[in-house]
């Protein structure tokens, strides 16, 4: 007997199933009738020539469009690295030194050193590009990240150039938070770098740590080496006292608020005065209530897994129509938002007559989330392990070149945030910050984008400002000026977004 169309379609999604690596696939790794059924059916969406994303995602058919792109962005460069130069290759020292300090933003051009005497410019999905140049030297051992060969962190911070220690003030900072200073010392002996002994130097003495500096100018002079120590740095530092280098991603955090804080309080009216009554407040958020009942922000891909490939081969697969009746899925979103948003009126409530403290944020936030995500769990929709604590696998923000931290940072990374909350001094900074590096961090594997307006708002009516409802019509600017503020620290698009919607009458 013949076999049906959707038997050849599961035959083909196993056979690329069993051959990708992380959702990768090397085309010549599956025979010519089950790639072009698989293209022909969108499950294949195009990488480079000869690689796909196998993807089953059908809404989408441009690979940068799909989540699952920047979850395999690194594996698939791992992969063609060794497919077209080898092992031996290395990522910029620079660019090296952004995964050491875990600045999560995809690079818009990566930059790989090889022995192969490669150099071409590779185009990549999404305006992304991979730039192979003929590397002088390859160190002879590196760090691996995501499968892909990178400076140890000692020898990027020598390796880097000028240019990096002007432009990436918090990564370098970071960096000489968490290297051994002695590794360092060494290796600038062992190989004579003058130039970079007098640049790091002057960066530990910024960074307020002279003693590394001066042992590094007096090893150097008492080796034979002239040394002259200078400032990397264009303009007067932030304060860098939290570094914690056990913990880069805490501690980016705790420098990002810092070093944005008084750029946002400065365009803001510093009087505010908290009513003395807060019920008047909540009555007035009632009223607004349906306008401000607003979507998920976070859009997860479909993965090809055995599940899918058997209910194709059964014939149940159908795209056209989602697992599970959408109107049951609405309502029981609906039904969660309005638990939670009950729980966040208590909250205001406690913030209000108790004061803000760290403790009850870390509390009240994952409460909310239970409460949004609880229906659906009562209803079988999904698993109650999933109200469970932070997320336990990575997640990524379709449209986004930046990647939220990984799971094993976020709690550190989330404690650091509630710290910096209690200690902000203005409500509407504390505000704008707190939702924004929600979704940075994106602590949850879904509704986070809920939870960081919900902690807006909190805030913000907590200390007598009105609720501010983000509206639908104003979605792409209020997703443009938070990717403005994750990938290029500026707060300005995102200060206005929310101004607005609180029709605050102080703008400057």
Not at 325 to 336: C, F, H, I, K, W
Request: charged letters at 20%; aromatic letters at 8%; a negative charge.
């Amino acid at each position: 007997m013949a076999k049906q169309a959707h038997e050849i379609l599961a035959e083909a999604l196993d056979s690329a199933s069993k051959s990708t690596v992380d959702n990768v696939l090397q085309s010549r790794l599956i025979t010519g009738k089950h790639l072009t059924l698989l293209k022909k059916e969108g499950f294949l969406k195009p990488i480079v020539k000869g690689w796909y994303l196998l993807d089953a995602d059908l809404s989408h058919s441009d690979t940068g469009e799909s989540v699952l792109w920047h979850e395999s962005y690194w594996v698939f460069i791992g992969q063609y690295l060794k497919e077209m130069v080898g092992d031996n290759y290395i990522l910029s020292p620079e660019q090296s030194l952004d995964l050491h300090t875990g600045n999560n933003v995809l690079p818009s051009q990566l930059l790989i050193g090889n022995a192969k005497k490669a150099n071409r410019i590779v185009p990549l999905p999404r305006g992304l590009s991979l730039s192979l140049y003929t590397a002088t030297e390859i160190p002879k051992q590196s760090d691996v990240h995501d499968g892909v060969n990178i400076y140890p962190l000692e020898m990027a911070l020598i390796k880097a150039g000028p240019s990096y220690f002007r432009r990436q003030i918090q990564e370098v900072a970071l960096a000489l938070g968490a290297a051994n200073h002695r590794l360092i010392l060494q290796r600038l002996l062992k190989e004579g770098h003058v130039a970079a002994a007098g640049r790091l130097a002057g960066a530990y003495r910024e960074l307020n740590m002279p003693s590394a500096a001066d042992e590094i100018l007096s090893v150097m002079t008492a080796a034979g080496f002239r040394i002259k120590e200078v400032n990397p740095f264009d303009e007067p530092l932030p304060d860098f006292t939290v570094l914690r280098p056990q913990s880069p991603h805490a501690a980016r955090i705790e420098l990002l608020w810092n070093s944005l804080s008084e750029r946002i309080t400065v365009q803001l009216d510093p009087a505010f005065t908290p009513p003395k009554n807060i019920e008047t407040a909540i009555e007035l958020l009632e009223e607004n209530y349906s306008q401000d009942a607003y979507h998920s922000l976070s859009i997860e891909g479909y993965r090809v897994t055995s599940e899918l490939i058997e209910r194709v081969r059964s014939g149940q697969w159908n795209p056209g129509s989602e697992k599970v009746d959408q109107q049951n899925l609405d309502a029981m979103a609906a039904r969660g938002y309005w638990e939670a948003h009950n729980q966040v009126k208590e909250t205001i409530r406690h913030l209000h007559g108790s004061g803000l403290s760290a403790e009850l944020l870390r509390g009240d936030l994952s409460s909310w989330y239970r409460a949004l995500f609880g229906p659906m769990v009562r209803s079988g929709m999904l698993g109650a392990s999933d109200l469970a604590g932070y997320r336990n696998r990575p997640v990524f923000i379709r449209g986004s070149r930046h990647t939220p931290l990984p799971m094993e940072a976020i709690t550190d990374a989330m404690d650091t945030l509630f710290t910096c909350i209690e200690k902000e001094p203005h409500p509407v900074t504390a505000a704008i910050l707190g939702h924004w590096l929600i979704g940075y961090i994106h602590p949850y594997p879904d509704g986070n984008g809920r939870t960081a307006r919900f902690l807006m708002n909190a805030l913000l009516v907590s200390a007598g400002y009105p609720w501010a409802v983000i509206r639908l019509e104003t979605r792409k600017a209020y997703m443009q000026a938070l990717e403005q503020l994750s990938v290029h620290q500026n707060p300005d698009p995102f200060i206005k977004v929310v101004l607005d919607a609180m029709n605050y009458p102080w703008q400057k």
